[in-house]
C-alpha cells in the first residue's frame, strides 16, 4: 500500500480521521489504547504530544502500560549510541507482547529512524514492527493508522522528504498544564562534526513569528505558567523567512503579552548569541534568568574539530556580559569529553571553564562516534576507559561548583513556580533559573502559582526553602 504523497495530505484530512474513527468504534467495543514512548529531547517531547493529540482526535486514550495497549509508538533519539541501543533493546522486547497478542500495532518513529542503516536495521531484524516512520510524516499518521487497521502493509519513511513543510494545524495532547513546548524552529544546518541532528532533522525552517505568537498567546490564556521555545539553534531563529524578523524580536514581541508566566528558551547556539539578546533578557518581564549555552569544550583546537565556530575567549566574552547584565543568572551548558584526538591537557581546558564560568549544572557526554558524520572517521586512540575516568572527574569538579552556587542562594528569597507535590507537607518547584526546590508547606492550593520562598539549605540536586 502507498501512502498518498505528504504534500496531498493536511491534518485537516477529515476523510481519515472519520475512517479510523468508523474503524475504532466498530471494532474494539472500548475505547482503543495507544502507549506512546519518548526517548531523547524535547523536540522528541513537542513531537509525542502531536502524536498524542493525533491518535487522540483518531479515538484512542492513552496508557502506561504496553502490556495493555492497541498501539505502541516509539518516537526514538539518535544523537549517542546508547541511546539508539536502548531503543532498539525495548524494540526487542515488544516482541513478546505481539506475539501474546497479534492484534497490538507498532510504529517506530523519531531520529533513528531517518537513518537508512538503522531504518533496516529495524526492518529486518524486528519484522513484527508494523511501520517505521521517519520524523516528518506527522500529517500522514492518520492515513497510515487506517491502513494498519484494514490490514494493507505500510512502509512510510521511503517517502519523499517534506523538508520544506511546517504543519500548524496539529492537535496536540500535552502533557502537563503549566509548562509547555513551543518549537520555534526545526531542523539544524551547524553540520557540528559530532552530531546527526542535521542528518536525521533536516535543514533549520522557522514557523512564523504570528503563528508562534498565536500559540503562546492561547497557552496564558489556558493557564500555562513556563512556555520554553524549542529549536536546536534559536538564535538562528527567522533566517530563512520571508518576514524580517530575528530571535531577539521574537522574544520581545512574545515578552510584551499580557499575563502571568515564565518564558523560557533552549537551545542557544554561543556562535549566535548576541549582546542584542542579552539586553532584551535583562529588560523583559517574563524571560527566566537562565541561559542554557552549551560549549561543548573548553579548548579551541577541539572547538574547531568540532566546527563549533566560536572560541573559548568568545565564549567567556558573552557569558561575562550576561553575568554583568541579568540579575541572578543561572548558566547551564553542555559538555563533550573524550572527542577524537582530546588529549587529557585539552580536555583540563573544560574543567577550567566550567569552574571559570560557575554553571548550576551540566549535561556531560562521552563522545558517541555517529554514522555518516566527519568526526566518525578522525583518529580516537584515547580508550573509553580512559574517557569515563576523565568524566567521572568533570563531575566531581561540576558537582562542587553546583554546591558553591546553591549556598550562596541560602538566605536569600526567589519567585518558585510550584510544579507538584510530593508528600502532605512537601511541593517542588523551579526557580527563574530553572534549579529545583522542595519546600516545606502544607498549603495543599500551589501548584501552578508562583511563589516567593526563603532558601534555607540544600543537597546535591536541589535547593530546600520555606515559603517566605
Ligand atoms: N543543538 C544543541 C544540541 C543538541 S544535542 C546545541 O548545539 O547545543 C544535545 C547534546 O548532545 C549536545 O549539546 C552535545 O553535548 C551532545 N552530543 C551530540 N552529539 C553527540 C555525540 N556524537 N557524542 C556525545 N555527545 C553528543
Ligand atoms: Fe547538533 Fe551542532 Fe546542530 Fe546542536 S548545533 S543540533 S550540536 S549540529
Ligand atoms: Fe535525539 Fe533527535 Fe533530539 S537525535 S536529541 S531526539 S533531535
Known amino acids: 500500500m502507498r501512502i498518498s504523497s505528504v504534500a496531498e495530505n493536511t491534518f485537516l484530512n477529515v476523510n481519515y ?32 504530544e502531536k502524536i498524542k493529540g493525533v491518535l487522540k482526535n483518531l479515538g484512542y486514550s492513552f496508557t502506561d502500560d ?30 513478546k507482547i505481539k506475539s501474546k497478542n497479534p492484534k497490538v500495532k507498532i510504529i517506530i518513529c523519531g531520529c533513528m529512524t531517518e537513518q537508512d542503516y538503522a531504518a533496516n536495521k529495524i526492518k529486518n531484524s524486528y519484522p513484527f514492527v508494523d ?13 497510515v493508522i487506517y491502513n ?39 531542523g539544524c544546518d551547524n553540520f557540528c562534526s559530532y552530531c ?19 500559540e503562546v498567546k492561547g497557552l496564558i490564556k489556558q493557564g500555562y505558567k513556563d512556555i520554553t521555545l524549542l529549536g536546536q539553534n534559536v538564535n538562528s531563529y527567522g533566517k530563512h523567512l520571508d518576514e524580517k524578523v530575528d530571535f531577539s524580536d521574537l522574544l520581545e514581541m512574545l515578552d510584551n503579552l499580557n499575563g502571568d508566566f515564565r518564558l523560557r528558551f533552549m537551545t542557544s547556539h554561543p556562535k549566535d548569541a548576541t549582546k542584542r539578546l542579552i539586553d532584551v533578557i535583562a529588560g523583559s518581564n517574563h524571560i527566566c ?41 543561572c548558566l547551564t551548558s553542555d559538555i563533550i569529553v ?16 566550567i569552574k571559570e564560568v560557575g554553571f548550576a549544572s551540566l549535561f556531560t557526554f562521552i563522545y558517541s562516534p555517529r554514522n555518516g558524520t566527519p568526526a566518525s572517521l578522525m583518529k580516537d586512540p584515547v580508550t573509553y576507559e580512559e574517557k569515563s575516568k576523565w568524566f567521572s572527574y568533570l563531575l566531581k569538579e561540576q558537582e562542587s561548583v553546583s554546591l558553591k552556587i546553591y549556598e550562596e542562594m541560602v538566605g536569600k528569597i526567589f519567585e518558585v513556580l510550584i510544579e507538584s507535590r510530593i508528600a502532605d507537607n512537601l511541593a517542588v518547584g523551579k526557580t527563574s533559573g530553572n534549579i529545583s526546590v ?12 508562583f511563589i516567593n520562598v526563603k532558601i534555607t539549605g540544600y543537597n546535591k540536586t536541589k535547593l530546600k526553602a520555606r515559603i517566605n
Open 289 to 329: 534568568s537562565h541561559i542554557h549555552l552549551p560549549f561543548q569544550s573548553g579548548n579551541n583546537r577541539i572547538l574547531k574539530l568540532m566546527n563549533r565556530r566560536y572560541t573559548r575567549e568568545s565564549y567567556l566574552e558573552i557569558v561575562n556580559y550576561a553575568k554583568h547584565k541579568i540579575p541572578d543568572l
Open 17 to 48: 480521521y472519520h475512517l479510523v474513527n468508523d474503524i475504532l468504534s466498530r471494532s474494539f467495543g472500548k475505547t482503543p489504547l495507544a502507549f506512546v514512548r519518548t526517548y531523547g529531547c524535547q523536540q522528541n517531547v513537542s513531537d509525542s
Open 196 to 214: 546527526v541532528v542535521p542528518y536525521v532533522r533536516g535543514r533549520e525552517k522557522s514557523r512564523k513569528s504570528e503563528d508562534i505568537v498565536s
Open 438 to 449: 522542595e519546600i516545606e508547606t502544607l498549603r495543599q492550593d500551589l501548584v501552578g502559582k
Open 148 to 186: 494498519l487497521l484494514i490490514g494493507s502493509k505500510v512502509q512510510v519513511n521511503s517517502l519523499e522528504s517534506s523538508d520544506d513543510d511546517i504543519f500548524e494545524d496539529v492537535p496536540i495532547e500535552r502533557d502537563s498544564k503549566i509548562k509547555a513546548w513551543v518549537p520555534i524552529m526545526y
Open 131 to 143: 511501520v517505521v516512520l521517519g520524523t516528518k510524516y506527522l500529517n500522514v499518521l492518520p492515513e
Open 66 to 95: 504496553e502490556n495493555l495497549s492497541d498501539l505502541i509508538v516509539f518516537n526514538t533519539c539518535a544523537i549517542r549510541q546508547n541511546a539508539q541501543d536502548r531503543v532498539l533493546g525495548n524494540i526487542g522486547i515488544l516482541k
Open 338 to 353: 573524550g572527542f577524537p584526538g582530546e588529549t587529557y591537557e585539552e580536555f583540563l581546558d573544560t574543567v577550567s571553564l
